[in-house]
Antibody, heavy 119, light 112 residues
Framework: QVQLVESGGGVVQPGRSLRLSCAASGFNFSNYGMHWVRQAPGKGPEWVAVIWYDGSNKYYADSVKGRFTISRDNSKNTLYLQMNSLRAEDTAVYYC????????????WGQGTLVTVSS | DVVMTQSPLSLPVTLGQPASISCRSSQSLVYSDGNTYLNWFQQRPGQSPRRLIYKVSNCDSGVPDRFSGSGSGTDFTLKISRVEAEDVGVYYCMQGTHWPPSFGQGTKLEIK
């Protein structure tokens, strides 16, 4: 069965960096585009970034462009989100999600990892 | 960016009764390939979102057949034919046609 397991969240000071990971299993990871979506406490989901199955294309939300970088290692079945210059408004649960059947359809979501940006 | 507007935001329903959630987009969601990338998600308390419906009306595997999606262009609807206790949670529509993808504010379904 499809499993997505995020890790790397925690409490970090404003301006610092954090790298999230998402370990995928139960499907052929290298055949699927992947997204990061975040959800601030008590709010709805907000799309963050997408990467094509082979890493050839990447897109970002304006709110994170220039600060966050999405990447993947298909040999390790792992998706990453490098987050730099973190702000209080980046505080959220971060989910990795699989794109299926097309890059514009999000199907499976992980359990999420909480990132708290606070001094 | 495309704005997704859901109504109602709160939906109290009696067990066994039908429920309907509306989602409107600020632009047409028909993509150049002819598909309409409108998804519906359910988020039960304390859980991750789960997709119920993709491309307006396609039900995901394992989703009870009491859930159905319909609509076109800018107006979409999620219907539950007979609400059960396990349907409590927040429902979100999401468009993937235009970058960036965007979500509705959510509709909280509760049992009356």
């Amino acid at each position: 069965q499809v499993q997505l397991v995020e890790s790397g969240g925690g409490v970090v000071q404003p301006g610092r960096s954090l790298r999230l990971s998402c370990a995928a299993s139960g499907f052929n990871f290298s055949n699927y585009g992947m997204h990061w979506v975040r959800q601030a406490p008590g709010k709805g989901p907000e799309w963050v970034a997408v990467i094509w199955y082979d890493g050839s294309n990447k897109y970002y939300a304006d709110s994170v462009k220039g600060r966050f970088t999405i990447s993947r290692d298909n040999s390790k079945n792992t998706l990453y989100l490098q987050m730099n210059s973190l702000r209080a408004e980046d505080t959220a649960v971060y989910y990795c999600t699989r794109a299926h059947p097309r890059i514009r359809d999000l199907d499976y979501w992980g359990q999420g990892t909480l990132v708290t940006v606070s001094s | 960016d495309v704005v997704m507007t859901q109504s109602p935001l709160s939906l109290p329903v009696t067990l066994g009764q039908p429920a309907s959630i509306s989602c409107r987009s600020s632009q047409s969601l028909v993509y150049s390939d002819g598909n309409t990338y409108l998804n519906w998600f359910q988020q039960r308390p304390g859980q991750s979102p789960r997709r119920l419906i993709y491309k307006v009306s396609n039900c995901d595997s394992g989703v009870p057949d009491r859930f159905s999606g319909s609509g076109s262009g800018t107006d979409f609807t999620l219907k539950i034919s007979r609400v059960e206790a396990e349907d409590v949670g927040v429902y979100y529509c999401m468009q993937g046609t235009h970058w960036p993808p965007s979500f509705g504010q959510g509709t909280k379904l509760e049992i009356k």
